[in-house]
C-alpha cells in the first residue's frame, strides 16, 4: 500500500476527480477526509468507502471560506494526530458562455485560485507541527497554455495555481514540505461546465490529442497518488501533466 496510515485531506471529493482520488487514496491504505460543498453526495463515497474496507470520513468545506479551513484541518489534527498529505482538488469550471462576465472571473480566482491558497496556508501550518507533509494542488493544462473556449479568468486561477505552488514549495522545502501540481488536459466535463460539455466541440478536441482518448478520473488520480506518496520524495515545486499528450505539439 503507498500511503498506509498516511492521514489525507481532498477538498472536491463528493464528485469528479477529486472522488476518483478519494476512492483510489483509500484503496493505498490512507485516512481519507473528503471535504466539499455537496454534503449529501460526500456522505455516499464515504458510506461507500468504508463498506469496502477504508478509512473515510466526510467534512463540510467552502473552500473559499477562511474559518471553515481552519476548523477543518483543526479537526482533522485533533481526530489523527496529524495531517500527511493535502489535495487542493474543488473547482468550478470556466468553459461558460459569457467569456467577459466580471463576476464570473472574480468567482474563479475565489475559488479556484484563492481556495487553494487558503488551503495551502492552513495545510503548510498543520504539516509544520508533524514533521512536513505533501500538498498536491489541482492545476489544468489551462494554467500552462490560453486557450479559445475557456474565461480567462479560469486560466489567470489555474495559472495562480501553478506558482503558487512553485513559491510554496520555495518557501517550505526546508521544513519538509512537498509542493507540486497536476495538470490534466481534456477530462469528463466538470459539473459546472456548459460549453465544454458539448459533444461537437469535445469531438473536435480529442482530434488534437495525441492519445486520442479523454482522461478519466483514474489517469489523473494515479499522478496524484504518486506526487502524495514517499515514492516521489526528491519532487517538489514541479508540474505533472495528464493530458494525453496534448501539450505536446
Ligand atoms: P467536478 O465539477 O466533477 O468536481 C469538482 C468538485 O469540487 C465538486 O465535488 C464540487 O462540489 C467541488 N467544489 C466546487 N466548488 C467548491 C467549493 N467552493 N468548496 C468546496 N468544494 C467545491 O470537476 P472535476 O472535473 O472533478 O475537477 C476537479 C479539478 O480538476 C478542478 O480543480 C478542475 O478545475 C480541474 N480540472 C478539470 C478538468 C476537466 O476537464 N474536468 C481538466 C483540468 C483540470
Given at each position: 500500500m503507498r500511503l498506509k496510515g498516511k492521514i489525507s485531506i481532498i477538498t472536491g471529493a463528493a464528485h469528479g476527480m477529486g472522488e476518483s482520488t478519494a476512492r483510489r487514496f483509500a484503496r493505498e491504505g490512507a485516512v481519507v477526509v473528503i471535504a466539499d460543498v455537496l454534503d449529501a453526495e460526500g456522505a455516499k463515497v464515504v458510506a461507500e468507502i468504508n463498506a469496502q474496507g477504508g478509512k473515510a470520513e466526510y467534512v463540510h468545506l467552502d473552500v473559499t471560506q477562511e474559518t471553515e479551513w481552519k476548523s477543518l484541518v483543526a479537526s482533522t489534527v485533533q481526530r489523527h494526530?496529524?495531517?500527511?498529505v493535502l489535495v487542493n482538488n474543488a473547482g468550478i469550471s470556466?468553459?461558460?458562455?459569457?467569456?467577459?462576465?466580471v463576476a464570473m472571473f472574480d468567482r474563479l480566482m475565489n475559488v479556484n485560485a484563492r481556495g487553494t491558497f487558503l488551503g495551502i496556508k492552513y495545510g503548510i501550518e498543520a504539516m509544520l507541527g508533524t514533521g512536513g507533509g505533501s500538498i498536491v494542488n489541482i492545476s489544468s493544462i489551462s494554467g500552462l497554455v490560453g486557450q479559445e473556449f475557456v474565461h480567462m479568468g479560469y486560466n489567470a486561477a489555474k495559472a495562480g495555481i501553478h506558482l503558487l505552488t512553485k513559491s510554496a514549495a520555495l518557501q517550505f522545502g526546508k521544513d519538509g514540505i512537498r509542493v507540486n501540481s497536476v495538470h490534466p488536459g481534456i477530462m469528463a466535463p466538470m459539473r459546472t461546465s456548459v460549453t465544454a460539455a458539448d459533444p461537437a466541440l469535445r469531438a473536435k478536441l480529442l482530434e488534437t490529442i495525441p492519445l486520442r482518448r479523454a482522461g478519466n478520473g483514474d489517469d489523473t488520480a494515479n499522478a496524484v497518488l504518486f506526487l502524495a506518496s514517499d515514492e516521489a520524495s526528491y519532487i517538489t515545486g514541479t508540474e505533472l501533466v495528464v493530458d494525453g499528450g496534448f501539450l505536446a505539439g
Open positions: 494526530g496529524r495531517l500527511d470556466g468553459a461558460v458562455p459569457d467569456r467577459m462576465d
